[in-house]
């Protein structure tokens, strides 16, 4: 028997990538541009043409036995530092080279630190909604995934917050710009969530999960969970902000103010080694430090965003304000969320069902696509909101 | 209490990846020309220049949307193609796309497969010497490895084989050329293997671990497991034939004939998403595909290794003849491989004590390293081997 918890894996895959494939297949049959495909957080932004640039130059200019060599499994000495030599810039924390693992991408850093600080029947919190992937991880951590319920506009419920940690929480992942909803927790919010998990007997990690922390629009200042946190773990990627999702980069940050911060990067390096990871890309490493701070395009989400409120909040939709990242979380009309997302698909319209995100009753839609498919799809949205008023 | 078993991973890290780091260090020191660094598999062979064209062809002439997006978790369709038609060419197997999962390299093909086959308590048998992390991976997967001894010559002790073979047996890994004695398993030696295998009650997978396949020295055939057992798994990584070992690039390819291939492919599946890989780097799986049948220049190599058994035999060392890989495993003079790699230190010649591979009074030369470095080292080890006459 093989082990059936990953067998049932492999064939319900997640419903992200189930519809990213269906949509694949639909645009094959009746053509790219009659599919409106909202399901997958693929940046429809190009990279900087600075990444192009670096990663020419570096290519034609470095002996590729070193660029393509294996790095130090934590990454390149160099990379460490200018991400930390970042952070500090931004967030006036003081961390050095070595408080940062580099990781093949988001889903690695959580894994990573996941298997790091989890043991048998440890509990991690994560507010509804949250990215269903979560469970997963947890899981395999040998861990649970417990989940807080949010307000009407997908803020943390900090009663039931209270409620949930116990003797057996381990860790708090907080995702902000959140995934699915696009809302921003506030520096007031995230205060009480430290102020309660300080309540806590044992020590509770906080897991900062921010892909999204460039994409936010207008002038909302996210909080730096570090300058809140001792204990506190960020998990970052450049999917998002550099437009590099395929590419599998990323970071851990460990808070070198936890007092076990050893303990924790250590155990991070450990979790690297079993999970099989050895060390982040190479070459892709190296173009982060040459693109310290740069990011993509990302006036068109924002443009995105606010063309598609206008004209979906016209047709009847509810959803609530996003602040960053580039989803929208819409209410199902009649409460079913399988059915909307299922009927969405008869207009071409693919958009994630919510209830996986532990939130029933709503769909993601993922406007990280090109203005003109926004165009092009919205004459199908007023008729899926036109069939539910019939 | 965070995982104690990661953060003891954390801590001790392998041995090989230990001794990188005191090499880089020492490096730092002396300055590099003076330390005689045999301690790591990083190809000392450039990758060959159409991986630079192809590159640079990849990054000016693609949509950089399409070229750093994801891929399907299993790979992109035409590089699993690409694969699978390039491995039906050579080995006379009728693998499609399908039968393919592109992984972050050979550590994560290894990771992966382990964690689609095993649940606890199971068992995974390797011969010895074998690589280290083989029991790392296994025991994070919930298993246990089960070591067969090996004969004078370093292949399989098939009586001992027998012996361990039990109820609780899921897998078998092969690792063909051998990291770290150099040999090879003729097929006489994986006929036997699945003969024993197959008079198990249970289904037992066969795992061929084989980044150095393309790495034989001479007109030796290596056999190809699929030709000769139904429920098989390469584990493929291009780190060691293209010279790309930070990258990250391999796969996993399940062979079609498996009774039960299509629940092994969604355990891989399964055991990927779990693990945090969601799917190897793009540009490098397109590399894959535009550099099909091609590897670096790989006689160097073969060169080294004839200096090095001209050189050291003559200086008194023992080995097995090595037809593969880039290893040479040396028998310590007093029968002590950690007393042995630290004395060489003192001549500053880095070998890695071989114990961790299961083989005591061993240790591991890897001569991927510059025919100059070989040349100033010579002297090193003739100081070396009159140590011990002393």
């Known amino acids: 028997m093989l082990n059936q918890t990953n067998v049932k894996l492999g064939k319900v895959r997640s419903s992200i990538r189930e519809l990213f494939e269906y949509g694949k297949k639909r645009k094959a049959e009746i053509g790219a541009d009659n599919v409106f495909d909202f399901s997958i957080g693929n940046p429809s932004v190009p990279a900087p043409d600075k990444v192009r640039r670096t990663l020419i130059d570096l290519i034609e200019n470095t ?32 961390l050095t080279a070595d408080c940062i693992y580099m990781t093949c991408g988001a ?15 440890d509990e991690v919190i994560a507010f509804v909604p949250f990215f269903p992937e979560y469970k997963v991880f947890c899981e395999h951590a040998g861990g649970t995934l417990v989940p807080v319920a949010c307000d009407g506009a997908f803020q943390p419920d900090l009663n039931d917050f209270a409620k949930k940690l116990s003797g057996r929480t381990k860790a708090v992942i907080i995702n902000s710009p959140n995934n699915p909803s696009g809302v921003i927790y506030g520096a007031e919010t995230v205060k009480k969530i ?12 906080v897991i900062s999960d921010e892909p999204y922390r460039e994409l936010v629009f207008g002038e909302i200042e996210i909080p730096f969970i570090m300058n809140y946190y001792g204990r506190s773990i960020v998990c970052y990627s450049y999917s998002k902000s550099l437009s590099l999702p395929g590419e599998r980069i990323g970071y851990i940050a460990v808070n ?72 929208l979380f819409i209410k199902s009309p009649d409460g079913d969320a399988q059915a909307f997302a299922e009927r969405a698909k008869k207009y071409e319209l693919l958009l994630v069902a919510g209830d996986s995100f532990g939130c029933n009753g709503y769909v993601r839609l993922s406007y990280c696509v090109s203005p003109e498919m926004i165009e092009r799809a919205l004459p199908a949205f007023k008729r899926l909101a036109d069939s539910y008023e019939r």
Do not use: W
């Open 63 to 94: 002996d590729p036995v070193e660029l393509h060599g294996y790095t130090s499994a934590q990454g390149d000495y160099s990379v460490r530092k200018s991400i930390a030599d970042e952070l500090n810039g931004r967030f006036s924390v003081r």
């Open 107 to 121: 889903s690695a850093s959580l894994t990573v630190t996941l298997n790091a600080l989890l043991n048998e029947g």
């Open 194 to 205: 430290v102020e309660l998990v300080k309540g806590c007997a044992q020590p509770v990690y």
């Open 256 to 327: 070198n103010a936890a007092e076990d911060f050893e303990e924790i990067y250590a155990g991070i390096l450990g979790a690297g080694r079993a999970l099989g990871f050895v060390c982040a890309p190479s070459l892709f490493q190296r173009l982060i430090a040459g693109c310290a701070g740069q990011t993509s395009d990302l006036s068109v989400y924002k443009a995105n965003r606010d063309r598609l409120i206008t004209c979906l909040t016209e047709y009847g939709f509810e959803f609530a304000q996003p602040d960053g990242a580039f989803y």
